[in-house]
């Protein structure tokens, strides 16, 4: 069976945790690196915006510098996230182009590669189909938002597991008005989006959501995930890229 290099869940901050996806990326590219996967949590709680947005506008950075949460642009599309360090798991797939994971396709690519979520969610009672061109739904709600860019002639989707949802803290994240916050609101956005605990009316833990998540990557890819670990030069690259770049106002507020 093919076999990826897992790197299983750890915890970092935003800059770190986008600047090793770079990193594994670049040292794909340049045959240092193995196709990869890992799963990740954010600590603090942070805000990620899409490499088109504005975070000015995306962002309640008020909000963030108080209660001391991180915020960081992707170098993926799509739009801003709340990353709640005790609501979701993380996971992102570094291919090289041409992959047999990797078709040119975007859609085809996506419909592919999500299939991990849907067997994940499926080991934990739950299920959930693919939403084009990126979303994970059960029950008509979303429940896994990805994103994709092909850059470093590879390929790099991430995606987050919603495991619980706090609404009114993601409102008050994101940038819109607190005396706009209204209960109809929070009410609307829990009709179009749920949680592992909402469906399952259960307190699901990090490592049952791991374990499941690691077995239908491994199922739906058909691929035997390999514990391995990020090489000396890899982490030299993340932490440049961390300090240098996904910390730096430059790339976060240069739109």
Known sequence: MEELRFLDLETHSAAINMAIDEAIMRSLRDGAAVPTFRIYR?????????????????????YCKTFGIDVVRRITGGGAVYHDYDGEITYSVILPQGHR???????????LLCKGIILALRHLGIKAEFRPVNDIVTGGKKISGNAQTRRFSCLLQHGTTLLGLD???????????????????IDDVKQRVTSIRDVLGEMVGMTEL????????SEAL?????????SRTEWEMANTLAREKYSSDEWNFKR
Do not use: C, H, T
């Not at 609404?167 to 209960?183: H, N, Y």
């Open 42 to 62: 954010w600590q603090p709680s942070a805000v990620s915006i899409g490499v088109f947005q504005s975070m000015r506008e995306e962002v309640n950075l008020d």
């Open 101 to 111: 994971l990797a078709p040119a396709d975007i859609l085809e690519s996506y419909k």
């Open 167 to 185: 609404v009114r803290k993601m409102f008050s994240v994101l940038r819109v008005p607190q005396e706009k916050i209204s209960d109809k609101m």
């Open 210 to 217: 791991r374990d499941a998540i690691v077995a239908g990557f």
């Open 222 to 230: 058909k691929v035997e995930l390999v514990p391995g670990a990020l």
